[in-house]
């Protein structure tokens, strides 16, 4: 396993023993701090002790960028005066930049003087810290990482008549930034951020310098350092005691959302784990079907559509964009059948999804083009076609072979200057379009039939 370690260096000792390995070692973790001691009459060899590695960690995870901010604690033995500490991050994705130190105990009697980058050392700083206490003081280092996601799952189990669902949720996180986190508190930010500098590419300088050139966007942006006033701003609007049973707790931060998972988890390396985020029994459900050629083909596609408010037993908090997985109850003794899966954007309190389930055959179209005419030709003085006059008729035969009723909707798009005639009912949905709704009972069969005459060139009228 890899795990970050603490080492506390004596000035004054001068040999290598086996309790204080040498100062080899002190980099054979990827996340490694150092404490040196500096006294301005020695310049003896310094020797490394091996302390306690991190007290807690937590996790913040955004799921619209890639970007976790770590906060974790050390206790650290501090001598009066100064002291040096390195922090090294080999073999992660940590940005540099974002580094920060401060003490939680002592802490009007612990500062930083400065941070540095060694010249021709990557991945380590080293802060002068001036402190006028001795012994131990318990201190926190923040920065951000790449690496670490989250994401939203959510199985919806229909009843037989479609009407009502059950609907679940859960989030799946992944550890993929090269550092294991034992012992962690996660917490997981619902909220679109943009970042000017991409975590991932300033891990990979190393150390600050050059900068890598922004990505073009013409989203706005956040910088990482209003980006980090915000998290800790988040940080301390969400802290709180885990004394309740092992739950995810969601609360509103500003513009973003924010999950808190009570409890903690050890994450390593190429962890994934699923964690439970809600469950909302009897929730209303509309389930019907389109036909529309230009975006579906000839297939039929089942839809769910469901609002998230608390008249559909939701609303308690926005849902985060993720996979969905949907079932219907077809027998008594809870028998499910699998109907699609989808993807879902993210959904604010009080709007309406629509979910895109896969086509069904048991729902047919079948359009027919029963007549085409060309008319009205007009000329201009040299015999050249100026307008003309299409018209067509088509049957449509639908069929509904389930046993329960369905709605279905059947849209159709005209281009020019057209004019409908039908005795079935029809919406218009906009200036090309318009939409059949038609209810089917189970078995049930329907056609019906309409003129369309579309007029170009000099025969438009409208």
């Known amino acids: 396993m890899k795990r970050s370690s603490l080492t506390f260096c004596h000035p004054e000792r001068s040999e290598e023993s086996p309790s204080c390995p040498g100062k080899k070692q002190r980099f054979l973790a990827l996340l490694g701090m150092t404490v040196l001691v500096w006294a301005s009459s020695t310049q003896a060899r310094i020797n490394v002790v091996t302390l306690p590695g991190r007290d807690t960690v937590q996790l913040t995870i955004y799921n619209s960028a890639d970007l976790t901010m770590v906060k974790e604690t050390r206790t650290l033995t501090f001598r009066k005066g100064l002291n040096k500490l390195e922090f090294s991050w080999a073999n992660t994705l940590i940005d540099p930049t974002s580094v920060e130190f401060r003490a939680l105990t002592h802490a009007d009697k612990v500062d930083v003087l400065d941070v540095s980058f060694p010249p021709r050392v990557t991945n380590t700083l080293e802060w002068r810290i001036n402190s006028e206490v001795a012994g131990e003081v318990v201190c926190e280092i923040r920065y951000f990482t790449s690496g670490i996601s989250w ?26 930034s090269g550092e294991d986190y034992e012992n962690a508190q996660i917490r997981l930010v619902v909220g679109v951020i943009k970042l000017v500098e991409e975590i991932r590419r300033l891990a990979e300088l190393g150390r600050p310098g ?41 609360e509103g931060v500003s513009e973003y959302f924010l999950y808190t998972v009570e409890g903690r988890d050890t994450i390593p390396n190429g962890w994934s784990k699923r964690l439970p985020s809600f469950k909302a029994a009897d929730v209303p459900v509309t389930s019907y079907y389109k036909f529309e050629r230009e975006r579906y083909g000839d297939r039929v596609v089942r839809f769910y559509r469901f609002k998230n408010d608390k008249e559909s037993k939701l609303g308690n908090e926005p849902l985060p964009d993720g996979r969905v997985m949907a079932f219907r109850t077809v027998s008594a003794d809870n028998l499910y059948n699998f109907v699609g899966r989808t993807n879902v954007k993210y959904i604010p309190v009080g709007e309406q999804v629509e979910m895109e389930l896969g086509s069904d055959r048991e729902v047919m179209v079948q359009p027919k083009l029963m007549d085409w005419q060309k008319l009205n030709l007009a000329f201009d003085q040299w015999g050249g076609v100026t307008g003309w006059t299409i018209k067509e008729t088509w049957r449509f035969e639908v069929q509904n072979s389930k046993e329960i009723p369905i709605v279905l909707d059947i849209r159709r798009n005209f281009a020019g200057d057209w004019e409908l005639k039908t005795d079935a009912k029809y919406e218009n949905v906009d200036k090309s379009k318009v939409k059949f709704v038609l209810p089917l009972q189970p078995r049930e069969k329907q056609t019906f039939t309409y003129e369309l005459t579309t007029r170009y060139g000099t025969n438009i009228v409208k």
Do not use: H
């Not at 939203?152 to 229909?158: F, L, N, P, T």
């Open 151 to 176: 994401s939203a799952d959510y199985v919806a189990e229909a009843n037989k008549a479609e009407k009502l669902m059950t609907l679940a949720g859960s989030v799946r996180v992944n550890n993929n």
């Open 210 to 250: 050059a900068q890598p050139p922004p990505a073009p966007t013409a989203a706005p942006m956040m910088a990482v350092g209003a980006l980090r006033k915000a998290g800790m701003a988040m940080e301390a609007a969400a802290d709180m005691a885990c004394a309740r049973p092992r739950e995810i707790v969601k």
